[in-house]
């Protein structure tokens, strides 16, 4: 069965995830759309001379009319932050494009599953929801996806194992106000607390947590942009809704009433299938894990109440 997944925005983020999809035969079609044509032309063709070297796909630029009959769309269009601009600032100027962007969207592929990539993502994700009009399963973000990643690559350098088995989570704000959940943080089934046969330094958890909130800033300061780790987020997010997997990823998706947040978009561990978000999970989590993510809700809805919503 052919599956399309389709790309809003060829900027870096975009072409990586294009690539990431393309190179995994994540979809058998992949539509490319841009307000500059040329600028998706010119990856689609770029993308398509490699398809001899995967499985079969088609790679195709076009509009949002191309979108039709899409899994997913993935909105990664939008403006980057620059300097002296606030968060509000930013989430005003890709709001702007997302009120533009929707409406067209809804009309050639009203049950695509939406994933918002651009930032800031949970204040955009709540935005498209909002202006699509979809049912909260049906609108994901990225989340904290990556930071989770991130965290558990930093602590899988500092115990000297196998990334695959670490277990841990960040929640919250896909930024300052983000959350590390060390309650739930184990490698292979043991807390962070009882693990003493690496032989290795004290956990400095502050110090790791700071490591992976400010990754990004390093590498933007060295090569201007980030785009590779999250197209790997962006392409495991639609392996675990094409393929029906009922992953626990920690998607950004409509907060209803867990841990005393309402009405925000924020990253929870959630279970993740065919058709969005299938639920979030009820974890244990320590008092000050929950005051920290009411904190970051708080900080996101802030933004939202200044953009009118």
């Known amino acids: ?11 870096n983020v975009g072409a990586a995830t294009a690539f990431g999809l393309l190179s995994a035969s994540t979809a058998s079609e992949l539509v490319l759309v841009d307000i500059n044509k040329k600028k998706a032309e010119g990856e689609a063709m770029d993308l398509s001379h490699g398809v001899s070297f995967v499985s079969p796909v088609e790679v195709v630029s076009g509009d949002y009319s191309d979108c039709k009959g899409s899994r997913i769309v993935i909105f990664t269009a939008g403006a980057n932050q620059k300097p002296g601009e606030t968060r509000l600032d930013l989430a005003e100027k890709n709001t702007a494009i997302l009120k533009q962007a929707i409406p067209e969207l809804m009309k050639h592929c009203p049950d695509a599953i939406l994933l918002m990539v651009a930032n800031p993502v949970d204040i955009l994700t709540y935005a498209a929801l909002k202006i699509s009009g979809l049912p909260p399963r049906q609108v994901i973000g990225s989340g904290t996806v990556l930071d989770s990643s991130r965290l558990r690559y ?5 115990f000297g194992v196998d990334v695959r088995n670490v277990h841990a989570y960040i929640a919250g704000e896909h930024g300052d106000t983000e959350v590390p959940l060390w309650s739930l943080a184990n490698i292979a089934g043991a807390d962070l607390e009882h693990i003493d046969f690496f032989g290795k330094a004290p956990l400095d958890r502050q110090a790791l947590f700071e490591e992976t909130k400010t990754a990004a800033y390093h590498i933007i300061e060295r090569k201007g942009a980030t785009y590779y780790a999250i197209a790997l987020a962006v392409r495991r997010i639609c392996e675990a809704i094409l393929r029906d997997e009922h992953s626990v990823l920690t998607i950004s998706s409509l907060i209803e009433g867990d841990y005393g947040i309402r009405d925000v978009c924020l990253s929870l561990p959630s279970l993740v299938y065919a058709g969005g978000r299938e639920r979030i999970l009820d974890l244990p989590l320590s008092h000050q894990e929950e005051g920290l993510l009411r904190h970051s809700a708080g900080e996101l809805r802030k933004v939202l109440s200044g953009l009118g919503f």
């Not at 930093?154 to 500092?158: A, I, Q, V």
């Open 154 to 158: 930093t602590l899988s350098r500092h």
């Open 1 to 11: 069965m052919d599956v399309r997944v389709s790309i809003i925005g060829t900027g």
